[in-house]
């Protein structure tokens, strides 16, 4: 149940940002940094539902690129964008440039979409129900986020 509070926390947090930036007194460091303790709180309990079972082999590689693609757009938008940019600082007054290269030139919302393919891999790798309904969930947040940002 806590891995679905952290889920969900993040987006809860994102949305509402979106709406008053006073809910994080203005400061997008209190934003940044209270999604990176989430980001490592979700890490470590992903980890914990996953250790426990035995991952499939049968088509690993597939299953692992679907993962490292998205971690490549993932982690694209960071280096384009930087934390200021991935964490809405256009809502705190910071000009954010508007970017239109690789992986903006892809998709609409590759951060999320990246998200969404790791949890895919995931699901994949560990197809045991309760990882494959907690990968649904989360992946299912990262649209509602991706539709309330659009």
């Not at 757009?73 to 705190?92: A, C, E, I, M």
């Not at 947040?141 to 539709?147: D, E, R």
Request: charged residues 5%; contains cysteine; aromatic residues 16%.
């Amino acid at each position: 149940m806590l891995l679905y509070f952290t889920a969900l926390f993040s987006h809860v947090l994102y949305a509402l940002v979106w709406v008053d930036t006073a809910f994080v007194n203005n400061d997008i460091r209190q934003l940044i940094c209270l999604a990176t303790i989430a980001k490592i709180i979700q890490f470590v309990l992903l980890s914990g539902l996953i250790i426990n079972y035995t991952p499939s082999m049968f088509l690993l590689g597939p299953k692992l690129s679907i993962g490292i693609c998205g971690q490549i757009l993932n982690t694209s938008v960071y280096y384009k964008l930087g934390n200021v940019g991935v964490y809405y600082g256009n809502l705190f007054g910071y000009k954010i440039p508007h970017c239109t290269t690789f992986p903006f030139d892809m998709i609409n919302h590759p951060q999320y979409t990246g998200c969404i393919m790791s949890l895919i891999s995931i699901a994949l790798i560990y197809p045991y129900i309760d990882v494959i309904i907690f990968c649904s969930f989360w992946s299912s947040l990262y649209v509602i986020t991706s539709v309330i940002e659009s």
